[in-house]
């Protein structure tokens, strides 16, 4: 998608929400929350029982870079009491602030505003622009989401006090599963002696800044590599036999399929957008342990 193409698109959807806003008063449907991706799902519903509607803006297989929301995701983010936004996707950013404009009664917590943020350049990523330079993949690592964990708790507490008491039940749970996945994190991380790791779209920088290990990313800047940065990076992962390379289903693989089949890495496939966070993390760990101990 061209960048034309998609600030067009904004503008319908930016249009399209005015007019569902702006179309007479209505009563807000209190028990609606919204979310940018299905991670952050997984905590409201462990927090809450399930007992709010969570309207998740880019759903299961989709990509946060090429999202464009339905008329209904539309209209339930404008019914919603609160708006959990990772903060830096790139369609956050294209209405985040027109949305806030339309519909003030909306508490939106931006969980970036907690996190100590990597930044760089302006990074593309294939289709899609990082805003200011900045990684969005917070919710990889465990240790940030450990740290996020309150300001999710807090502001459902808030928000929905009728659900207060549920949400603070559940907390300590959630706590400990979360503090458990960093802590077998930290442990696999620490024993393992090879601590690189390649993958296609560098979905891991938190992860790997806050267990002491290495990305390595296909793409370059966030684009395919050219032929002579595939060879470097190949020379490279022979030397230093790196055996594994990470892939998502939503990008194309046969770049990182080329690497593996010239290096002998193998294959493995994650998804930063599952609904499951803890499963996640925990197939993260015992991937490492199986092929970088």
Same mark, same amino acid.
């Given at each position: 998608?061209?960048? !034309?193409?998609?600030?067009?698109?904004? *503008?319908? &959807?930016?249009?399209?929400?005015?007019?569902?806003?702006?179309?007479? #008063?209505?009563?807000?449907?209190?028990?609606?929350?919204?979310?940018?991706?299905?991670?952050?799902?997984?905590?409201?519903?462990?927090?809450? /029982?399930?007992?709010? #509607?969570?309207?998740?803006?880019?759903?299961?297989?989709? =990509?946060?870079?090429?999202?464009?929301? =339905?008329?209904?995701?539309?209209?339930?983010?404008?019914?919603?009491?609160?708006?959990?936004?990772?903060? @830096?996707?790139?369609?956050?950013?294209?209405?985040?602030?027109?949305?806030?404009?339309?519909?003030?009664?909306?508490?939106?917590?931006?969980? =970036?505003?907690?996190?100590?943020?990597?930044?760089?350049?302006?990074?593309?990523?294939?289709?899609?622009?990082?805003?200011?330079?900045?990684?969005?993949?917070?919710?990889?690592?465990?240790?940030?989401?450990?740290?996020?964990?309150?300001?999710?708790?807090? $502001?459902?507490?808030?928000?929905?006090? +009728? @659900? %207060?008491?549920?949400?603070?039940?559940?907390?300590?749970?959630?706590?400990?599963?979360?503090?458990?996945?960093?802590?077998?994190?930290?442990?696999?991380?620490?024993?393992?002696?090879?601590?690189?790791?390649?993958?296609?779209?560098? $979905?891991?920088?938190?992860?790997?800044?806050? @267990?002491?290990?290495? %990305?390595?990313?296909? #793409?370059? #800047?966030?684009?395919?590599?050219?032929?002579?940065? &595939?060879?470097?990076?190949?020379?490279?992962? !022979?030397?230093?036999?790196?055996?594994?390379?990470?892939?998502? +289903?939503? @990008?194309? %693989?046969?770049?990182?399929?080329?690497?593996?089949?010239?290096?002998? *890495?193998?294959?493995?496939?994650?998804?930063?957008?599952?609904? /499951?966070?803890?499963?996640?993390?925990? /197939?993260?760990?015992?991937?490492?342990? %199986?092929?970088?101990?």
């Amino acid at each position: 998608m061209r960048k !034309r193409d998609f600030m067009r698109i904004m *503008a319908v &959807l930016v249009t399209m929400l005015g007019v569902m806003i702006g179309c007479g #008063e209505r009563e807000r449907k209190e028990d609606v929350v919204s979310v940018s991706i299905l991670p952050v799902q997984y905590f409201i519903d462990r927090l809450t /029982d399930n007992a709010l #509607e969570v309207n998740v803006m880019v759903p299961q297989g989709a =990509s946060h870079g090429t999202y464009s929301p =339905s008329a209904r995701q539309m209209q339930r983010l404008s019914d919603s009491g609160i708006y959990f936004r990772i903060g @830096y996707l790139g369609y956050e950013q294209a209405f985040i602030r027109r949305l806030n404009e339309l519909n003030p009664e909306m508490k939106e917590v931006n969980l =970036s505003n907690h996190v100590e943020l990597i930044r760089g350049m302006p990074v593309v990523h294939g289709d899609h622009v990082h805003e200011g330079g900045v990684d969005p993949h917070i919710w990889m690592s465990p240790a940030v989401m450990l740290s996020l964990l309150p300001v999710i708790k807090n $502001a459902l507490v808030e928000g929905y006090p +009728e @659900y %207060q008491e549920t949400v603070e039940a559940n907390y300590p749970a959630l706590y400990a599963d979360v503090e458990r996945s960093h802590l077998l994190m930290q442990e696999i991380t620490q024993s393992i002696s090879q601590k690189r790791f390649l993958i296609f779209h560098p $979905a891991l920088t938190y992860l790997a800044r806050d @267990y002491g290990m290495e %990305q390595v990313s296909i #793409e370059h #800047e966030g684009k395919e590599p050219s032929p002579g940065q &595939l060879s470097q990076l190949i020379r490279e992962a !022979r030397a230093e036999t790196i055996p594994i390379i990470f892939i998502q +289903e939503e @990008y194309d %693989q046969r770049n990182a399929e080329l690497v593996a089949a010239e290096t002998g *890495a193998e294959l493995i496939q994650i998804n930063p957008l599952a609904y /499951d966070w803890l499963q996640e993390m925990n /197939d993260l760990v015992e991937v490492f342990k %199986q092929y970088l101990q």
